[in-house]
């Protein structure tokens, strides 16, 4: 096709098609893996580019990325990097360090001077090998110094918020260290480049000069202007069009200067974001509008340039994988070692300190920044630069595996969980109910409901409320959600129908990326006797709850509870129906703490089929309690239940059994009339299958009784 060939427009949007392509498609499997997406993304450029689309198909890498094509598609990535470090510095907030200045700067610090000087060290002794005399030495191992010292503070970011460490200790210093080790790298890296890209020691030291004489003019000049522009947003009519022309126009200008001052564009962007007042509405509203176009396009585009840059097969000999393997050795030695030692000295426990170096440990694509940087100033040959990707790729992927092996789930239960008072022996455990929360409109009903069972408390009883959600890139936004989530979002209607009630709820809220698995963990850490959940009945005429309930309902420890809502308002009209099996005693036990709370009645619908002539009335028994038992004889038992719903309930407690058009958390599409036919909230419970359990059956002097017939 000549077309593709000569149309530079056609070309590039081919070629990033591709890229989102490979990338997006790369992006589920390490997700499953649980690695973060820079690491697809990464690799989507190493797959495209001669490592092994070129090796397995030069032609059609030829034809795909042409070498007279590669500026351009450097050029558009050079302008995702100038949005995305500007994003990056956005999220260097001050309340990052709030509370742990020392301590994070002293590991911090720490983390740059060990592996800086490992790196330095190696660069002695590498730079007869993998330079070229045209490279001043003092340039190679400035640069190899500060390679080895970087941490990626994006994607530590988002390792945190997954493994929801972000509002712990451990995560708190963590991303604290990071915000400080980002502005002293690329405060070491601006000199680094100024050495390199000098003609002569009186070249450099103007080029410091002005680097000084332009941070001091950011900080002095520039902010104060910046702080009344975001005052200005935030109490007018917010962020319009033209504020965000002016932003941007600053941003140019600042890349500009640095540029021209020889220390790069991209440490203007970073700088320019990291002065931008962080208390107002300008720092938030400017990355929602610009991190999509940056992360999700543009971004993209740079990992492709960077795997197209990568050829592995260069090196090939087992002395070049040697000298890789122990760059990485030295790589992760004084990242790991430095951080961890000072962490431990701050007064951190030795499996905390650990995290914490294992956590300083990724690099990721503040790394591949650096490399690219060093390759194109011609500091790093192409041989060097691909040892270092791989350096980068193998710190960044063993993060998060090693981080759950040497830091798991219940040392970051210990970390951010407050643990409760410890009872005594001959204490009965409190009755705990944990509400779970997506959607603000369910939440009053999850209350009501949870008033009821706990009864007239005079039992020891807890209630919580959690609330997740998905986690971003971005750890002001975080710590933000998680200050506010607590108070307000879709906590907020459930806590003011609690405070009505006069029901103490502990709220709890923080990012997941696995909501069913946090939610079974966190019940099983505050020992919860039951997960109640909400779903809403358009959702259930599809056919399912969702896979979140089915996945709660595998792995829970406790019994499930989903509350199907249509307008909850009170209780006090109950059914409960039975026709055998643990997921109908479990809807009767549960029954039968909601009987206890005043004002409510309830009914036992008891069905039996026409031919169990076995069963009687009698089989179940009231011990107390203003309850009702009617026994039915029906063929169907869901058609017995709806006749039933008709005499006017508030409520209807079913097991999550396939009779009921219910099963294991997904609704069952042969029989789903119950939840599509009756206008009755629906209160669908199950036993707990994490522990393979089973409920038992009542015990005598509890509110129902089972008896032998």
Same mark, same amino acid.
């Given at each position: ?91 260097? +907030? ?10 994070? #700067? ?39 110094? $500060? ?9 530590? $970011? ?22 400080? +080790? ?29 680097? *000084? ?38 941003l140019l200008l600042s890349s500009t200067v640095t540029e021209l001052i020889g220390i790069h564009a991209l440490f203007g962007a970073f700088m320019?974001?990291? #002065? ?6 300008? $720092? ?43 760059? #990485? ?93 410890? =009872? ?24 009501? *409901? $949870?008033? =009821? ?62 909501? =069913? ?117 029906? =063929?169907?038992?869901?058609?017995? *239940? ?39 909230? #629906? ?21 129902w009784s089972a008896r032998p017939n």
């Amino acid at each position: 096709m000549p077309h593709l060939e000569f149309n530079a427009l056609t070309l590039l949007l081919v070629q990033i098609a591709a890229i989102l392509v490979v990338s997006r498609g790369l992006g589920f499997v390490t997700r499953w893996l649980g690695q973060p997406l820079v690491i697809a993304e990464v690799l989507a450029g190493i797959v495209l580019g001669p490592s092994l689309l070129g090796w397995l198909w030069p032609e059609g890498m030829a034809g795909l990325f042409p070498a007279t094509s590669l500026p351009v598609l450097r050029m558009l990535s050079e302008i995702g990097l100038v949005l995305f470090m500007f994003l990056v510095g956005l999220e260097l +907030d001050p309340k990052l360090l709030r509370g742990r200045t020392h301590s994070s #700067i002293a590991i911090s610090h720490t983390s740059i001077i060990f592996p800086f000087a490992l790196g330095a060290g190696a660069a002695w002794w590498l730079y007869d090998s993998y330079s070229s005399p045209e490279v001043p030495f003092v340039s190679f191992v400035l640069f190899f110094g $500060a390679a080895m010292s970087v941490t990626a503070f994006p994607v530590l $970011a988002r390792i945190l918020s997954e493994r929801h460490l972000l509002t712990s200790r451990v995560g708190a210093i963590a991303i604290a260290c990071a915000a400080i +080790d980002d502005v002293t790298a690329w405060c070491i890296l601006a000199f680094v480049v100024a050495v390199a890209r000098a003609q002569g020691l009186v070249h450099a030291v103007w080029t410091s000069g002005f680097a *000084v004489a332009f941070i001091v003019a950011m900080l002095f000049v520039a902010r104060p202007f910046l702080g009344r522009l975001a005052s200005r947003v935030a109490s007018r009519e917010g962020l319009t069009p033209t504020v965000v022309a002016i932003t941007l126009l600053f941003l140019l200008l600042s890349s500009t200067v640095t540029e021209l001052i020889g220390i790069h564009a991209l440490f203007g962007a970073f700088m320019f974001g990291a #002065i931008l007042p962080k208390d107002g509405k300008l $720092a938030e509203a400017l990355a929602d509008k610009l991190e999509t176009v940056a992360i999700v396009l543009l971004l993209p585009l740079f990992f492709a340039h960077s795997g197209l840059r990568t050829e592995i097969g260069l090196v090939s000999q087992p002395r070049e994988w040697l000298v890789t393997g122990l760059v #990485i050795l030295l790589a992760t030695a004084g990242k790991f070692g430095g951080s961890a030692l000072a962490a431990r000295l701050t007064g951190l426990r030795w499996r905390e300190a650990g995290a914490i170096g294992i956590l300083m440990n990724t690099r990721g694509l503040m790394e591949l920044i650096v490399l690219n940087l060093g390759l194109d100033l011609g500091v790093i040959s192409p041989t060097m630069f691909t040892m270092l990707v791989i350096m980068a790729l193998v710190t960044t992927f063993a993060t998060t595996p090693i981080l759950r092996w040497f830091y798991p789930d219940h040392e970051i239960a210990r970390d951010r969980l407050v643990e409760p008072a410890q =009872a005594s022996a001959d204490d009965a455990p409190p009755f705990t109910v944990m509400m779970c929360v997506s959607d603000a409109t369910v939440g009053p009903s999850l209350a009501t *409901v $949870a008033a =009821a069972l706990m009864g007239e408390r005079d039992e020891p009883a807890n209630l919580l409320a959690l609330h997740l959600w998905n986690p971003t890139d971005r750890p002001s936004v975080e710590l933000r959600r998680s200050e506010n989530e607590q108070s307000t979002g879709p906590l907020a209607p459930l806590l003011a129908r609690a405070q009505e009630l006069r029901l103490e709820v502990r709220p709890l809220a923080f990012a997941s990326a696995e909501p =069913a698995v946090h939610i079974c963990r966190t019940a099983e850490a505050r020992q919860a006797s039951l997960i109640l959940l909400g779903a809403h009945k358009p959702l259930l005429l599809e056919g399912r709850l969702s896979g979140t309930v089915s996945e709660v309902v595998a792995g829970a420890h406790c019994p499930v509870g989903v509350l199907v809502d249509v307008g909850l308002g009170k209780l006090s009209r109950v059914l409960v129906a039975h026709a055998g099996g643990p997921e109908d005693l479990a809807a009767v036990d549960l029954a039968r703490r909601i009987a206890r709370s005043p004002g409510t009645s309830l009914t036992l619908l008891h069905v039996v089929s026409p031919d169990d002539e076995g069963r009687s009335l009698s089989e179940l028994d009231l011990a107390g309690g203003p309850v009702r038992v009617r026994r039915v004889e029906h =063929a169907s038992p869901t058609d017995a *239940v709806l006749e039933e719903c008709q005499r006017g309930y508030d409520l209807v407690v079913l097991g999550m059994h396939a009779r009921w058009g219910l099963g294991a958390g997904v609704v069952s599409l042969r029989r789903p009339r119950v939840l599509s036919e009756t206008q009755v909230s #629906i209160l669908a419970v199950h036993p707990p299958l994490g522990s393979g359990a089973v409920v038992p059956a009542p015990q005598p002097g509890s509110l129902w009784s089972a008896r032998p017939n």
